[in-house]
């Protein structure tokens, strides 16, 4: 298999981040090659993390940036400079601009909650709105970014209890801990391992059971 090229976009939080960088350390993911971190933000958590597991890391400031269309444009320019394969979306908290149109069907996100519920609510308040609606189940999704850099095709899902004593942090604490840090390994796994393929808005996994 060819080794696939990837960079993490990232702004504040790490948690994402780590959870890639754990699975490099431990060899999770086939055929792949953490070539760059983007951050957003300098002096970020995620800056120092990747830069203390010696992944190159790279500063595109917005505030530099007249716009969102020339911040990702200059954005997309660094991957492209870097042959960059594949695009996670490692808790970046910007409009993906011109990215999708470069790198459509190549770029990997999470979100904690299980698409379509509570798909308009921000990954902030999505606990808290999960609390007060009473549901039972709730949980995270893979997905790929559509052309807005919002959540398109899914790639897998994992549910997650609701627990009568949770409060938004605790429930977050599970959310990432049982399903969206995992949800990102594998769908890096299976998008290395070629066994992702599209039909229509469908997205099937080769050699998983029917």
């Known amino acids: ?98 990215i999708p149109f470069q790198y459509k069907n190549r770029i990997i996100g999470t979100c904690p909650c299980l698409v379509p519920a509570f798909e308009e609510v921000s990954d902030e308040e999505v606990f808290r709105a999960v609390l007060e609606r009473g549901v039972k189940i709730t949980g995270a999704t893979a997905y790929y970014a559509d052309n807005d850099g919002m959540v398109g095709s899914i790639i897998q899902q994992k549910a997650v209890a609701v627990y009568p004593d949770d409060t938004p942090e605790t429930l977050r604490t599970r959310v990432l801990e049982q399903a969206e840090w995992k949800l990102l390994i594998e769908a890096l796994s299976l998008y290395c391992q070629g066994r992702l393929s599209r039909h229509g808005n469908r997205i099937l996994i080769s050699g998983e059971k029917k």
């Open 1 to 98: 298999m060819v080794l696939i090229r990837a960079a993490a976009l990232v702004s504040g939080d790490a948690n994402k981040l780590q959870a890639i960088l754990d699975a490099v350390y431990f060899k999770e993911i086939p055929n792949f090659e953490l070539v760059s971190v983007i951050s957003s933000e300098r002096n970020s958590k995620a800056m120092k993390r990747a830069t203390g597991a010696g992944v190159p890391a790279f500063v595109v400031d917005p505030e530099l940036f007249p716009n969102i269309t020339s911040h990702s444009m200059a954005v997309a320019n660094k991957l492209r400079d870097m042959d960059i394969d594949l695009v996670i979306l490692a808790g970046y908290n910007l409009d993906l601009g011109v």
